[in-house]
């Protein structure tokens, strides 16, 4: 799959609503559904899905990133696509907030559509970044406390 098909949206930065990503998919739909739903077609669960950020340069000179979707048991790429590092940022400091009023378990929403159609919306708490050297950035990522990585 194609990094132009995906479009992102992160929406709810500034109120007090659920800080949501919103991944659009307009392109062949037979390898992502597979890739987002189990033999019987159920979606993956959220403890099957892990989310995370690539920058390809400084993280000090907004280098244009990778946001990767990946299926926590096999360890396989559910999706990627291109994304503005400091719209990222900007957006995981918006779940940090957030996830001080409650349960950091649920700091922020994750939605994949296919062309405009719902196939997956999950609640997660962890967004790990990465340097272009594949470095963990924890200063940068959301990690609940009392996860050790």
Not at 4 to 23: E, K, Q
Not at 36 to 51: I, K, R, W, Y
Not at 126 to 147: Q, W
């Amino acid at each position: 799959m194609r990094r132009d098909y995906f479009t992102i949206d992160a929406r709810n930065l500034d109120t007090s609503g659920v800080p949501t990503v919103a991944i659009n998919f307009e392109g062949p739909t037979e390898q992502l559904v597979e890739r987002l739903t189990h033999t019987d077609g159920e979606p993956l669960a959220s403890d099957e899905v892990d989310v995370a950020f690539r920058l390809q340069g400084p993280v000090d000179e907004q280098p244009e990133g990778v946001v990767a979707v990946t299926n926590r048991i096999t360890g396989e790429f559910v999706l990627e696509l291109n994304a503005d590092s400091d719209d990222v940022l900007r957006f995981i400091e918006a779940a940090r907030e957030y996830g001080k009023q409650g349960d950091e378990s649920h700091r922020y929403r994750i939605q994949v559509s296919i062309d405009s159609d719902q196939l997956l919306e999950q609640q997660k708490g962890t967004f790990l970044v990465y340097d272009a050297n594949g470095d963990l950035l924890r200063h940068h990522s959301l990690i609940p406390s009392g996860v050790e990585l």
